[in-house]
């Protein structure tokens, strides 16, 4: 069966440093990839998402960037954090090609404060 | 633009029944999607509509209207841990997921 794997559960960061937070998937091939953000008590905005190695698409222009290294790993960094940046941060995968029935499965997220 | 909405928060006994509406204006419908998330927890999905009428799953059912681009769940026999919110999200025409801002269902004995 298929797992999705994000880390670190919760982070505090001053403003101004860097950030790196990681997910991987296991037990599927190709996924697609998904990085969000969820605000208190809003809905999940999409930073970016992969549909393979390499293959980013950006969403929202901001300080963040996201790179895909490997088929199943994917990474969320930024150079300079700000407060601005603080929130609920979820990575998903889907099966390719994201036609039917096929829904996004997420990891158990990370939790972030500036500070 | 793109729009969801569902109300903010529903307060329910426990046993009763509860709906949770959704409405959507979307640059095309690649399907429905209902999602379930604990407070502090990731969302995990509990169901899909593409196609008009009713999708029953135990004590949950979804339902789609896409000419009235609206869609319910249906939450029967509720139990305390079905408190949490619920999540309405539609697949566009890119095939991207658009969310709704979630409904907090609140659970009274």
């Known amino acids: 069966s298929q797992t999705i794997h994000q880390w670190p559960a919760t982070l505090v960061q001053p403003v101004g440093s860097p950030l790196s937070l990681e997910c991987t998937v296991e037990?599927?091939?190709?996924?697609?990839l998904y990085w969000y953000r969820q605000a208190a008590g809003r809905g999940l905005q999409l930073l970016f998402y992969s549909v393979g190695i390499g293959q980013i698409s950006s969403e929202v222009p901001q300080n963040l960037s996201a790179s895909r290294p490997q088929d199943r790993q994917f990474i969320l960094s930024s150079k300079k954090l700000l407060l601005s940046d603080s929130g609920f941060y979820l990575c998903?995968?889907?099966?390719?090609?994201?036609?039917?029935?096929?829904?996004?499965?997420f990891g158990d997220g990370t939790r972030l404060s500036i500070l | 633009g793109q729009n969801i909405d569902q109300p903010t928060e529903m307060t329910a006994t426990e046993g009763a029944i509860v709906q949770i509406n959704c409405t959507y204006q979307?640059?095309?419908?690649?399907?429905l999607f209902w999602y379930q998330q604990h407070a502090g927890e990731a969302p995990t999905f509990l169901s899909y509509n593409v196609l008009d009428g009713l999708e029953e799953k135990g004590r949950f059912s979804s339902f789609l209207s896409r000419s009235k681009g609206y869609s319910y769940l249906l939450l029967k026999e509720l139990q305390m841990k079905d408190s949490a919110s619920y999540l309405c999200a539609v697949r566009d025409s890119n095939y991207q997921l658009i969310w709704g801002a979630g409904t907090k269902l609140i659970i009274k004995p």
């Open positions: 037990g599927t091939s190709n996924p697609n």
């Open positions: 998903a995968w889907s099966i390719t090609g994201q036609k039917g029935n096929q829904p996004q499965h």
């Open positions: 979307t640059s095309g419908f690649n399907g």
